[in-house]
């Protein structure tokens, strides 16, 4: 990518972006983030051609609704480490989006139809105050990576097991007591991360996910239990199990 396509301002203590950027209409690729902004401008409509956005480590409260116009925004938007106290209903529009960051904010829930964002790839949630998943978040057939560790989650719906290209589910330091049966449809998963969490017993289909290479279950009262029978099962065929 050209440096006219390119455009980093990082560690400058900006208050709110400055208007000419506005105007560079041919940008890309923005880099705002590690400054002190608490609002980002609906001229940002304009850059059109955007394909990655980083605003993380500012102090933003919300985000544009024109966020939302920018259709070509897909290969990621960084929103950690804000001040974001609800999930930015304009990234729903974001339909090509592949990476969404939004770790390190206050986001006690995500909206009912966060199913939309089809093109996700990666999301990661972890640091936030979440208590539950919508069903919807079953349609992110495309999601490969689901980082919500360190959050207030009780339980996960059953439309989980529809995340069929799923590789990585990391819920460790959440208070999840029980996982569904539908998990055993995860044909794809490899990792496995449910470390300090509540839980008590496994459902028997985990045994059988066929590619899966390591899973935690550190600081959660099965580690003083005897290994459930789907854990020997996936002991036997070469998984890492962390008890």
């Known amino acids: 990518m050209s440096d006219s396509r390119r455009l980093v301002i990082r ?24 400054n002190k902004l608490a609002a980002v401008s609906p001229r940002i409509a304009r850059l059109t051609a955007l394909r990655a956005l980083d605003i993380a480590h500012n102090a933003l409260e919300s985000v544009p609704e024109a966020l939302g116009d920018l259709e070509e925004l897909s290969d990621y938007l960084y ?16 339909a090509k989006l592949r990476y969404l960051g939004l770790t390190h904010n206050e986001i006690d829930a995500l909206p009912v139809n966060v199913g939309a ?22 349609r992110l057939r ?10 207030r989650l009780s339980s996960l719906p059953s439309s989980i097991g529809d995340l069929e290209a799923l590789r990585i589910l990391d819920l460790r330091n959440n208070q999840v007591r029980d996982i569904p049966e539908c998990i055993g449809a995860l ?29 935690d279950l550190r600081w959660t009262p099965l580690s003083t239990m005897t290994p459930p029978r789907a854990v020997e099962e996936l002991r036997r065929r070469g998984c890492v199990v962390l008890m």
Not at 80 to 94: A, G, I, Q, V
Not at 189 to 213: F, K, V, W
Request: aromatic fraction near 6%.
């Open 142 to 151: 495309a999601l490969r990576e689901l980082h919500l560790s360190d959050n």
């Open 117 to 138: 964002m089809a093109g996700l790839v990666e999301l990661r949630l972890y640091n936030n105050r979440l208590t539950g998943l919508p069903d919807s978040i079953g």
């Open 187 to 215: 044909h794809n998963l490899l990792y496995l991360d449910l470390r300090a969490n509540a839980i008590t017993a496994l459902p028997d289909t985990i045994g059988g996910l066929p590619g899966l290479q390591k899973l």
């Open 79 to 94: 929103l950690s480490d804000n001040r974001l106290t609800r999930f930015p209903e304009p990234l729903l529009r974001l």
């Open 11 to 34: 560690f400058e203590q900006l208050t709110e972006i400055p208007e000419w950027v506005w105007d560079r209409t041919e940008l890309e690729f923005l880099c705002v983030s590690d």
